[in-house]
């Protein structure tokens, strides 16, 4: 009898597992669509939060339902002293994923909501998340520079009240519009790493907290969300842009993998780049600043030398990761900016889940060792 070796995808890679109707990459026309909608018209004419709302709702909102979702996501900010105590008896070593990551769960062992997992109770803590979460990761910035939190600001918009929570301070729009482009482009990426994970937890029929606390560690890894830190990383270790030709070499040579380039679904580039790369030449030409300047060429010459070289695009990280920087945030924060992004689209993801759900469980090939006898005695 020949039992024939079933064929394997390693990495899921080419895999297709289900249906959405949330988003698609378009490979013609390398474009992303959220619900239709091309990301780069949403980035240029549209706030996160109506992108929020198309992402869960399927729609844009019009004018009486964004006033009604901003001010249900205004009031949800404030954190109870509970969770404050919590975050803050957390070791200041921790990395602020790890403090994400414990608060979205202690989040699920404080809702007393009995779960019935319906769309409107998951809709429901899908934009309590949506409003604290940036609370949570700005406090935690604020604590790594030894500064008290500042409570959030009712009157501000997400992406205005995060800078002021985080500094005491809102930029000039066009950088808080720099910040609100990521996280429109950041919002959903289909059936990346992360969003599979929530999918995965919710095929079990488990709550939207543990889908999202699952998503978060899978996003901490630095070949997924975790890549933005890694790219800023990088440029400090390179340092002067002279040296990237001599800095590629050795990486190469020890395989690595650079951070911010390359990707499993776009092999000729990400169709997010150019526009997060737009608002990052925005913010560098605001800076006027031989550091910046420094940086802006180093950036531009690692980006020019891994096409050149290797024929490996950059991806959304690779800009983000520099635009972040330049707003001033700490290398520890900019994957939680991509949590407070990405929740939305992972919790569009879990009530799509459940809406048609099947248990997620692949296979696996055996290679272990023949059957064999217990040692007895
Ligand atoms: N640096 C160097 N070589 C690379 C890179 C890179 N960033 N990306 C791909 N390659 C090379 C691989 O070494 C491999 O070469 P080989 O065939 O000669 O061995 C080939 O390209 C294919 O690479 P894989 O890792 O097999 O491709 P995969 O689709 O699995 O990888 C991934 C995609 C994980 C994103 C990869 O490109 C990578 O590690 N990039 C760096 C991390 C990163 O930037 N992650 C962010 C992803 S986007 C996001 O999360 C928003």
């Known amino acids: 009898m020949t039992t024939e070796t079933p064929e394997i995808h390693r990495g899921l890679a080419g895999v297709v597992v289900d249906t959405t109707a949330i988003s698609t990459v378009i490979e013609e026309t390398n474009s992303l669509t959220y619900r239709g909608y091309p990301v780069q018209d949403l980035a240029a004419h549209r706030s996160f939060e109506e992108v929020a709302h198309l992402l869960w709702y399927g729609e844009l909102p019009d004018h009486d339902q964004l006033v009604d979702f901003a001010a249900r996501e205004r009031a949800l900010r404030p954190l109870d002293r509970t969770t404050t105590d919590v975050l803050t008896r957390l070791p200041e070593t921790c990395h602020p994923m790890d403090v994400l990551r414990t608060a979205v769960s202690f989040f699920g062992a404080e809702d007393p909501v009995e779960d019935d997992g ?73 059936f990346n790493a992360s969003t599979f994970t929530a999918r995965v937890v919710t095929s079990t029929l488990s709550d939207l907290y543990s889908a999202v606390t699952a998503a978060i560690g899978a996003l901490k890894g630095p070949l997924h969300g975790g890549a933005n830190e890694a790219v800023m990383r990088m440029l400090n270790e390179i340092g002067d842009p002279r040296g990237v030709d001599a800095w590629l070499d050795e990486a190469f040579a020890a395989k690595r993998k650079i ?71 700490d290398i520890p924060a900019f994957t939680p900016i991509f949590v407070m992004s990405r929740i939305t689209g992972w919790t569009a993801h879990i009530t799509e889940q459940l809406a048609h759900n099947a248990l997620i469980r692949p296979l696996g090939v055996y290679n272990g060792p023949a059957q064999r006898s217990v040692p007895v005695g």
Do not use: W
Request: with cysteine; aromatic share 6%; charged share 20%.
């Open 118 to 190: 319906s769309p409107a109770a998951n809709r429901a803590k899908s934009l309590a998340l949506l409003a604290k979460l940036p609370v949570v990761v700005a406090a935690d910035h604020r604590r790594r520079h030894g500064l008290d939190p500042i409570a959030p600001d009712d009157s501000l918009g997400l992406a205005e009240n995060f800078f002021h929570m985080c500094f005491g301070s809102v930029p000039d729009p066009e950088v808080v519009r720099c910040f609100e482009i990521s996280l429109i482009l950041y919002a959903e990426h289909s």
């Open 259 to 329: 951070m911010g380039f390359g990707h499993r679904v776009y092999q000729h580039g990400d169709s997010r780049v150019p526009i997060m790369q737009a608002a990052t030449e925005r913010l560098i030409a605001r800076a006027g600043d031989p550091d910046v300047t420094r940086l802006a060429t180093l950036h531009a010459a690692l980006r020019h030398a891994m096409i050149s070289r290797k024929g490996i695009h950059p991806n959304l990280d690779y800009p983000a990761g520099l635009a972040y920087h330049l707003m001033g945030f």
